[in-house]
């Protein structure tokens, strides 16, 4: 059982540069979200997918952008990389997006490491 | 403002002690709150959820309590081993009237020494 599976594990940029992070899941899950780990913060939602065809923005969507390609796979992309991204970032997906009331369950990747230097 | 905070911040356990984390949430309306066990350069794993409904949740060594009165919740962790270093996270879902959002704590970070 892969879950939510991220690509690459680790990535050094430079200022400037761009790159897509790749996330898919094989739970059949409707719902998928990038968050970004810092130190001494916690997860902070960049975008989110509520189901296949629609994206929607999170905490902190500036310097970014998604494509929900299909209902398995999730990209997060940086077209021009400032040092201020270089975080920790989180794939994850839920059967429904999380809603007063449910128990929707968030699995996540095993993240990606990226540095902008 | 929606929130959730915990305590302590680090600790640091012979293997075989017990031990207890704190986390306190201001999130509004609530439903359910959550606890993940993050290790070092992997993603968060779930170890339970505890709706407004429920005091008291087990998962194996871990005990979830949950206040909804006083919006405190506790995790206590019996016979640490090894294993259990890793960081714990609160999380609280907030919900937005169409968009979702989890509340995430900054977590404690637990070492567990022989």
């Known amino acids: 059982n892969a879950g939510v599976t991220q690509t690459p594990k680790f990535q050094v940029l430079k200022t400037g540069q761009s790159m897509t992070l790749q996330c898919a899941q094989d739970m059949n899950h409707n719902s998928m979200y990038w968050y970004r780990q810092d130190p001494g913060m916690g997860l902070r939602l960049i975008y989110y997918?509520?189901?296949?065809?629609?994206?929607d923005k999170g905490e902190v969507p500036n310097g970014y952008n998604v494509s929900r390609l299909n209902k398995r796979e999730f990209s997060l992309r940086l077209e021009s990389a400032a040092p201020s991204q270089t975080s920790v970032y989180f794939c994850a997906s839920s059967e429904w997006v999380f809603a007063s009331g449910g128990n929707t369950e968030a699995f996540f990747g095993q993240g990606t490491r990226l540095t902008v230097v | 403002k929606n929130q959730v905070e915990q305590s302590p911040q680090s600790l640091i356990i012979l293997e075989g002690k017990n031990c207890t984390l704190q986390?306190?949430?201001?999130?509004?309306?609530?439903?359910?709150l959550r606890w993940y066990k993050q290790d070092t350069g992997r993603g968060p794993v779930s170890l339970t959820i505890m709706t407004f409904s429920e005091n008291t949740k087990s998962n194996g060594r871990y005990t979830a309590t949950l206040d909804a009165d006083t919006k405190q919740s506790s995790l206590h962790i019996t016979a640490s081993q090894l294993s259990d270093s890793a960081s714990y996270i609160c999380?609280?879902?907030?919900?937005?009237?169409?968009?979702?959002?989890?509340?995430f704590g900054t977590g404690t970070q637990l070492k567990v020494e022989l």
């Open positions: 986390c306190n949430y201001t999130v509004s309306p609530f439903s359910n």
């Open positions: 999380v609280v879902p907030l919900d937005t009237g169409g968009g979702n959002k989890l509340t």
């Open positions: 997918s509520a189901s296949e065809g629609t994206t």
